[in-house]
């Protein structure tokens, strides 16, 4: 691809826009600087866009582990021809399509059908106008738009393709220069509902190859398709990616038919046949190392893969439960690094590494997504520098926000997904940096500060930013030309959005950790406006009074008030001033107010969160999630303030959360052991939900979206449904481990899933609980193959993946989508269909998978002193790890260690993204440990063992717990125990009792019950 610098004209404004306030004038110098810190040394590419941002080839999929690809060298065992093109019957085509037969070329007989339409349609463009006159910016995307380009082939009477489920068609694709080639297959199956448990019979096949015939197929086992009444082409008209590409796309297709093949499982919790659940890319020596097989044999082989030989049979552990039979294959004790397979009965998997940079190709391919994901620069191969000429007014000035990255696969952008993207990619660059690992944290610093330039050049004034980008349309980048857009309308004009304000402190407050040291100036502008904007909103949050049903995109109470809180924390972390840290606590009370922490009505889950200050409705969330954000608070919190009164409240939120919702919750998914979506009460069926504007556009007549409008009773039925299928908690409650759909169209559960994730590791390294960093990595290990179907969710990364929902992009290595689906059972839905949202690519499933590879597998940090030197010892991989005397500072894994300190020996336990403090002297140390019991007389009492030496002021934390014992200890290396009476304050809620020392206050020993 050509580089070139951007046209003066944009050079000027964008300089010019630095000049606009005195509250830009602080950083007028952002957009250099921003790049020139996020360019590290070494850098192999020469290419740069505007003299500062690296261009780099995009990483490349092994296409023959793609399952679409798999599919078409399927056997067929039976087939019924729709239609070999070879008569005319009965296609029609929209107004914007030109629609022939042709006898140019055919897959079989003399023909085929050819379907032309422009992709940059100008007439388009002129009509599709704003009430200010210029483009609307909006993809035709749906049926029922103007300009719509499909054909399709209406039949006499409706067709039964019950016995079949697989459509077959080809299309060549005529030459084109156009490097975005996406086409849609659709039927209609009259009479079908169109509830939260029935699919959708809509699936677009991406990256189509020009000049030549491409085989599509779509596997339908779970459509409803015994009425079929219509079949459709469908092309979304998007314009071009690139400057002087083709505006025309050409396609001949022939032999449309149904075939009965042996399909994919597309849902349920059974392992697919032939397959063994496990991690594709592999797993670390000390980590968790699970894989899920067929009830079969009692054992398993782990085979050396190169040599084939048998290196270790291991005991394969039933278990049966009401999902199924099967084996759990453990082989968490087996570290040695290599490439390795697993071997049960006649299942054999591919290939996996036991190695400590496993996933370092996955947060690889996550960035690489990031990258293909950018708005306004030219990714080779896949766009010019783009919507340049999208705009957003403010007082009578006009500023371009193009930057940062495309939300999704249809081109528009959220500031909420860039700013919490910016957040976990500097948490990312951080760990990787105490790792070792430096080019890829460079790499992840980089995206992250593309992510800030857009930020700071899309704040026109304090608390004032442009307030989404509903662009979805490849404009030509052109200053000054017809598809010019300017948003000032309601949703996408300059305004004040206290919760986008928030996040742009969070974001800005944590640039200026990491940046501070690379680009002090940088950081205090930035600083500067983030000072401006927490000023305004913290003296306007209050807890609102209502709680309104809320849209699926829609932020609650409980997701302000978290990252506002955690917003309060980065700018004491930022600047040291107490008035930061009194905010955050002030927010803290709002966010512990609305965390449940009583076992209702006995049920045994809680830790969960209320959308609002009444606590009216638990936070149930469906395609979007921020459940990370309470916990993430909580955990800054105990960081940050470690002497704060209320900090065992922050301590026990992060507690109740971890032990009675995560790990009691994951047990209902037994043996993948999946964090749950939510708890639902009866009574939550029958509250109201926010209006579906989507099922009202769209269902305006039957269409392969929507084939019967969305009916109440239906939802209602279908609702009652899933809740019945849940993991019953009694006669009031139900656990569901996928969300509780309501919707007809909007789904997908991953995200939900590695936001809980990104909270179970924040409380992990809070708690110092290695099994808790376990169970964050089983999720992980979850979305990468560990799953029933043995499918990664990220495209490119493993053995077997689908193709995501595109659009308006090519497919890009770790792209990930909206992930797992579910229908009538409580279980994961993983078809071939890829479709909006589900399946579509968005950058915030990539933001979750950066988060999170910042506190899962990423170690822990030690730090303090050893006079006479120190030895840790891996309890699983038996590595260890010597200091010297003195002072220390190392990074070891998530693990259990033996520790051997002069004549002491003591047991540690690190959890990932953790930083311990110690004193390792052992002529001044306590060992403690703790069990708790009833005694003879029916009291609750812990009994304390203390070895080391010295004598310690004992500290003592509780919640929901007093105790009372002796406030100093002492400790030989003849362990002592010492009573405590421990008193229950509230029976229906967990207790907490943290001890610690003088010498280590913060490496606390907790003890809990219920």
């Known amino acids: 691809m050509k580089v070139t610098q951007a046209a003066p004209r944009f050079d000027v404004t964008r300089r010019g826009l630095l000049k606009s306030t005195s509250t830009l004038a602080v950083i007028s110098l952002m957009p250099g600087q921003l790049a020139a810190a996020g360019i590290g040394r070494g850098t192999s590419t020469s290419a740069m866009w505007q003299g500062r941002w690296p261009i780099r080839p995009l990483l490349k999929a092994d296409l023959s582990k793609l399952l679409d690809e798999k599919g078409r060298a399927k056997p067929v065992h039976e087939r019924r021809l729709i239609d070999d093109m070879e008569s005319d019957n009965g296609w029609v085509a929209s107004a914007a399509v030109s629609l022939s037969y042709t006898s140019e070329r055919a897959r079989s007989g003399s023909r085929s059908l050819r379907f032309s339409t422009l992709l940059r349609n100008e007439d388009y463009i002129r009509a599709a106008r704003r009430p200010n006159g210029t483009f609307q910016g909006e993809g035709v995307l749906f049926e029922g738009q103007p300009f719509a380009a499909f054909a399709r082939r209406i039949f006499k009477e ?28 659709q039927f209609t199956c009259e009479g079908a509902p169109a509830g939260p448990l029935d699919p959708v019979a809509v699936h677009y096949i991406g990256d189509l190859k020009p000049g030549e015939w491409n085989h599509l197929v779509w596997e339908i086992p779970e459509q409803h398709r015994d009425r079929v009444s219509e079949f459709m082409i469908f092309q ?31 849902k349920g919790w059974a392992i697919a046949p032939g397959t063994i659940a496990f991690s594709h890319v592999g797993y670390q020596p000390a980590g968790p190392k699970i894989a899920i097989a067929h009830e ?9 893969a190169d040599s084939n030989q048998v290196v270790a049979t291991l005991d394969a552990a039933p278990v049966i439960n009401s999902r199924g039979s099967y084996r759990k294959l453990d082989f968490t004790s087996f570290s040695k690094p290599g490439r390795y397979r697993l071997r049960h009965g006649s299942t054999t998997s591919d290939p996996f590494l036991i190695s400590d940079d496993a996933w370092e190709p996955v947060i690889e391919a996550t960035l690489n997504a990031f990258y293909g994901l950018r708005c ?82 899309t704040r026109f004034a304090p608390a004032q930013r442009a307030l989404y980008n509903h662009v979805s349309y490849w404009t030509d980048s052109k200053v000054g030309t017809a598809d010019d857009v300017i948003q000032d309308d309601e949703r996408s004009s300059v305004g004040r959005d206290d919760f986008q304000n928030i996040l742009g402190v969070l974001a800005g407050a944590r640039s200026v950790r990491t940046l501070r040291t690379r680009d002090a100036k940088l950081a205090s502008n930035v600083l500067k406006a983030a000072r401006e904007d927490f000023a305004l909103v913290a003296a306007a949050i209050q807890p609102p009074k209502d709680a309104p049903p809320l849209e699926i995109n829609q932020p609650s109470w409980r997701d302000f008030v978290g990252y506002a809180t955690l917003a309060a924390v980065e700018m004491y972390r930022a600047t040291g001033e107490r008035q930061y840290a009194t905010e955050a606590a002030r927010f803290a009370k709002w966010l512990v107010a609305i965390q449940e922490r009583t076992f209702i009505d006995g049920i045994g889950i809680t830790g969960y969160f209320y959308e609002d200050a009444g606590r009216t409705r638990i936070v149930h969330e469906y395609h979007n999630s921020f459940e990370d954000c309470g916990l993430l608070a909580f955990s800054a919190l105990c960081d940050a303030l470690p002497d ?22 994951s047990e209902a998914s037994d043996p993948f052991n999946i964090i749950p979506a939510a708890v639902w009460r009866k009574s939550d069926l029958d509250a109201p939900q926010p209006l579906d504007r989507t099922g009202m556009m769209l269902a305006q007549k039957p269409s392969a979206v929507f084939p019967t409008p969305p009916m109440p009773d239906v939802i209602r039925r279908q609702m009652q449904q899933q809740y019945d299928a849940g993991t019953s908690l009694g006669p009031n409650h139900t656990l569901r481990i996928f969300p509780l759909w309501y919707d007809h169209v909007r789904k997908g559960s991953s995200t939900v899933h590695m936001s809980k994730t990104i909270g179970l590791g924040a409380a992990a390294a809070t708690l110092q609980r290695a099994d808790l960093s376990d169970l964050a990595a089983r999720q992980v290990q979850w979305v990468l193959g560990a799953n029933p179907f043995s499918r990664s969710l990220l495209y490119g990364v493993g053995n077997a993946f689908w193709q995501n929902f595109t659009v308006a992009l090519p497919n890009f290595v770790g792209g990930m989508s909206l992930g797992f689906n579910s229908y009538e059972e409580d279980a994961p839905a993983w078809g071939n269909n890829a479709v909006f949202p589900y399946k579509e690519m968005w950058v915030y499933s990539s933001c979750r998978m950066a988060m999170n590879f910042s506190r899962v597998g990423i170690g822990a940090r030690l730090q303090g002193t050893a006079p006479q030197g120190a030895e840790f010892r891996n309890s699983r991989t038996k590595k260890t790890t010597r200091v010297r005397p003195g002072k220390f500072d190392l990074q070891l894994d998530a693990g259990r260690y033996d520790v051997r300190y002069g004549s002491i020996e003591r047991q540690l336990t690190v959890a990932d993204a953790s930083s311990v403090v110690l004193s390792l002297d052992p002529l001044r140390t306590a060992i403690l440990s703790a069990t708790s019991r009833l005694t003879e007389g029916g009291r609750h009492q812990i009994d304390l063992t203390v070895y080391g030496a010295g004598t310690h002021e004992l500290t003592v934390r509780t919640w929901n717990a007093a105790v009372s014992g002796p406030k100093q200890v002492i400790a030989t290396q003849t362990a002592k125990t010492y009573p405590i009476s421990l008193e229950i304050t509230d029976p229906s809620k967990p207790w907490i009792v943290a001890f610690g020392t003088a010498n280590e206050p913060h490496n606390m020993l907790t003890i809990s019950g219920k």
């Not at 998007?238 to 597309?266: K, M």
């Not at 009164?645 to 919702?661: N, R, S, T, V």
């Open 644 to 665: 704060h009164p209320d900090w065992m409240d922050w301590y026990a939120g992060l507690a109740i959360y971890a032990d009675h919702f995560c790990v009691t919750g």
């Open 158 to 185: 409706p067709q039964d393709w019950s016995a079949f489920n697989r459509i077959s068609m080809w299309a060549y694709v005529h030459p084109t220069t156009n490097p975005v080639n996406v086409i849609s297959l």
């Open 296 to 304: 079969g044999s009692h054992s398993f082989q782990i085979v050396e």
């Open 376 to 457: 306004g620069f030219p990714v080779p191969g896949v766009q010019d520098a783009c919507h340049r000429d999208v705009f957003a007014l403010y007082k009578g000035e006009k500023r371009s926000v193009e930057g940062g990255w495309h939300d999704a696969a249809n081109l528009t952008q959220s500031p909420y997904r860039t700013h919490l993207s910016i957040y976990a990619l500097l948490d990312l660059h951080d760990a990787l940096k105490l790792r070792g690992k430096s080019a890829l944290a460079e790499r992840a610093l980089e995206e992250a500060l593309w992510g800030l330039d857009w930020s700071v050049r």
């Open 236 to 266: 979304t008209l998007s314009g071009v990616s690139i400057g002087g590409a083709d505006t025309r796309i050409t396609y001949d297709f022939d032999e449309l038919a149904v075939e009965r093949i042996d399909a994919e499982q597309p």
